[in-house]
């Protein structure tokens, strides 16, 4: 997933949760001690995420719950909201996203990923959007939430790369004021399973969702990847979202109207 800006806007990057973290910042406060704090506070709020749910800390919280070493009432209160959050897509998906994915040997895991990023990401990004008269595009691992402060800004290109060349783009959205996600193996490999079977699905290559939530995106494309044969079809049923398939044989798929 990559972003188009024009010269008034300024680039920060960093590397966070295991992912590259980028910013454009346009308007009033791109280039001042405002901005800057506010980038500052979005790394903060990402490394704080990191320290609860990385299944990488073997003593982060999500370990720990993973291990049953502590329940969800001992945990910090964002664990109980990220569940629920994943429950939701799980039963909005009959089943095939869940936190909860059988192993190579059959035992069921706790793995926040599918629903951690986007919820961390669109969380940390209040700094950014508290910012009067200042437009910003907070991107990472293929996650993109667009805010435009002035209905007179121009929207966010964003380009959704070929899962089988990420050097090439396949299509350009333009987003003022909303998310987009993408959820594929070009970067990663087969780590997206279909929770009812350990599977990685084998139909489809990428799905990208559009939706005025990041949140709402990075779980409803990762639910859809999950699908498989049905991603398209179960995408286009959720209220709100629009998208495109990239299915295994190269062709795509338009849902709704990006």
Excluded at 113 to 126: F, I, Q, S, T, Y
Excluded at 140 to 162: F, K, T
Excluded at 240 to 258: H, R
């Amino acid at each position: 997933m990559s972003g188009e800006h024009d010269a008034a806007t300024v680039r920060r990057v960093e590397q966070v949760m295991g992912f590259p973290v980028s910013l454009a910042i346009r308007g009033r406060h791109r280039e001042d001690a405002a901005g800057r704090d506010a980038w500052d506070a979005v790394l903060a709020s990402l490394r704080a995420a990191e320290a609860v749910f990385s299944h990488y800390r073997p003593q982060s919280w999500a370990s720990r719950l993973g291990r049953g070493e502590v329940t969800v009432a001992d945990c910090p209160p964002e664990v109980a909201e990220v569940l629920a959050i994943a429950e939701e897509a799980r039963r909005d998906s009959g089943g095939a996203f869940d936190v909860h994915r059988p192993g190579a040997d059959g035992v069921r895991r706790l793995d926040t990923a599918g629903v951690v990023k986007g919820w961390a990401l669109e969380r940390a990004a209040v700094w950014l959007t508290g910012l009067p008269d200042t437009d910003s595009c907070l991107s990472g691992g293929g996650d993109v939430l667009c805010h435009n402060a002035s209905p007179g800004s121009p929207p966010w290109r964003i380009g959704i790369e070929d899962p089988a060349d990420p050097r090439r783009i396949i299509a350009t959205v333009a987003i003022a004021n909303g998310a987009i996600a993408t959820s594929g193996t070009a970067h990663r490999g087969a780590h997206l399973v279909d929770a009812r079977t350990g599977a990685a699905p084998t139909a489809v290559a990428q799905v990208s969702v559009i939706a005025p939530s990041l949140t709402r995106a990075d779980v409803d494309a990762t639910a859809a990847y999950a699908l498989g044969p049905d991603a398209a079809r179960w995408l286009g049923g959720r209220p709100g979202t629009s998208g495109l398939v990239v299915w295994a044989d190269g062709t795509t798929e338009v849902v709704g109207d990006p």
